[in-house]
């Protein structure tokens, strides 16, 4: 046979734009290139604004998992103001940050994995779905099919936890460099306690079952959509007046050995990406501006590595660097890590709901900064995430954010492909009708966010004279 290239666009059921063009040559995938088809220019929006606007500035690069820039800006203006922070405001904030988890982790599995394994009902917005691997009995499926409208629910009470403390969802207003703008008053406390056992109870009823059954009844793919077997995590959920407990520990796992991560062994490349490189006037580092006619390039995405190699990133990551998963790198290994997590979460996210004392908004910032360039990390709910600043009379005078789908999506460069794309490349596809439903369940694996991953253009296309970072 032929090789056959095929564009699979738009990938659905994801957040952003993707396309993912593939070569296929005797019925095995020999080539991808997954492109980011989206720029939004963050890093270019922070500059010359105050430092403290990147907490709700941020948030907006996303709209599914917005606390987590928010969270980032606020650790990051933290160790800018030396701010200390209280024990009641970690309870607090960490109780917002499981609860924007629980409602990404929720609605990824039901709204946007199952219908990969799952007969929808055959009327909008499901009608003419596109399903040719279909191995669910008539029982199992429709069971499926109600726990899907039910996680509509409980990703909803999720969001009202988090709103109860933030002011609203997504794009909350009260987890801020300091600690938290809201009082964690005693009918709030109960009123979210109510809310984390439902959701709690649904997951431990619907969820885990329902991943138990998917993996077993499509255990092929836990031999599908591999990688190379190289995960970094940064660590989760920050404690200590500083920020410099982590609950979840942080690990860089390559060859069976796990180390401490180092972010100068972190760096950025635009080989295959958007971007032309160019010196910043005036400045001692270099900048990219947007270039989509480039050469070889395919992707807004840029490519990010450590100690130059590609490294996968997420809850399988977390649970294997912590040591509550024991298996491999696949696609089913990703769903089923995920939603071992949400599970997790929610037990940590009562016993921090009972040890929050209801009083006074747990907040006390410093009034000015201390020091004028940081870089921090912390996972968010697709892996590493890291936000870094270079100020000026506490103005933004460089700002970078590098997302988890960076990691999980980058581009090939010199030091080959990145996770996805290695996933995707030996794929058997049996029958050409099945490429669409094979590729996309290893995309969606990852729980791709591709607002967050591509880093401007006017409305009418326009390449913009401006430098960005």
């Not at 009844?217 to 836990?222: C, G, N, R, S």
């Not at 490519?303 to 509550?324: C, D, K, W």
């Not at 490429?435 to 591709?450: A, E, H, K, M, N």
Request: proline content about 6%.
């Amino acid at each position: 046979m032929s090789k056959q290239k095929i564009m699979f666009s738009p990938v659905t059921r994801l957040s952003g734009l993707l396309s993912v063009e593939v070569i296929v040559e005797q019925g095995r995938v020999v080539e991808a290139n997954a492109s980011g088809t989206m720029f939004r220019g963050y890093e270019w929006i922070m500059r010359n604004r105050h430092v403290t606007d990147a907490v709700y500035l941020t948030q907006r690069v996303c709209g599914i998992c917005s606390l987590a820039h928010g969270a980032m800006a606020s650790y990051l203006l933290d160790e800018l103001y030396a701010n200390e922070l209280s024990e009641n405001a970690q309870f607090l904030r960490n109780v917002m940050y499981g609860a924007d988890f629980l409602q990404n982790h929720i609605r990824h599995f039901y709204l946007f994995s199952l219908p990969d394994f799952v007969r929808m009902p055959d009327y909008p917005p499901y009608h003419g779905q596109n399903l040719t691997d279909a191995r669910l009995g008539p029982i199992d499926n429709q069971r499926l099919v109600d726990n899907y409208f039910e996680a509509i629910k409980a990703a909803q009470r999720s969001h009202e936890i988090l709103a109860l403390f933030g002011g609203k969802a997504p794009h909350q207003h009260s987890f801020v460099h300091g600690g938290v703008a809201v009082a964690p008053t005693a009918d709030k406390i109960n009123r979210a306690l109510a809310l984390l056992d439902s959701i709690h109870e649904f997951v431990k009823t619907c969820l885990i079952p329902d991943t138990e059954l998917i993996a077993r009844v499509y255990d092929d793919y836990f031999k599908i959509g591999l990688t190379f077997g190289r995960l970094l995590s940064f660590g989760l959920f920050k404690f200590g007046p500083h920020n410099e407990q982590l609950l979840w520990r942080g690990g860089v796992l390559n060859d069976g050995r796990l180390t401490a991560p180092r972010l100068d062994l972190i760096k950025e490349d635009v080989t295959s990406s958007w971007y032309a490189v160019q010196a910043v006037p005036g400045a001692d580092d270099w900048g990219v501006e947007p270039a989509p006619q480039k050469p070889g390039a395919y992707t807004w995405i840029k490519s990010v590595r450590y100690a130059g190699q590609h490294y996968e990133t997420g809850p399988l990551a977390r649970m294997i660097i912590n040591g509550f998963y024991n298996g491999g790198t696949s696609t089913m290994d990703r769903i089923y890590a995920r939603s071992l997590e949400t599970m997790l979460i929610t037990e940590l996210m009562r016993e921090w709901l009972l040890k929050l004392q209801p009083g006074p908004a747990p907040l006390k910032q410093n009034p000015e900064p201390v020091k004028s360039e940081v870089v921090v990390t912390t996972d968010a709910m697709r892996g590493a995430l890291l936000h870094s600043a270079r100020i000026v009379d506490e103005q933004v005078e460089r700002y970078n954010i590098i997302t988890p789908t960076v990691w999980n999506f980058s581009p090939k460069d010199q030091h080959g492909r990145g996770p996805v794309e290695s996933a995707l490349v030996g794929t058997s596809i049996p029958k050409l009708d099945m490429l669409s439903t094979i590729l996309g369940r290893i995309v969606r694996s990852y729980d791709p966010c591709i607002s967050c991953a591509t880093h401007v253009m006017d409305a009418e296309g326009n390449k913009q004279d401006k430098i960005v970072f």
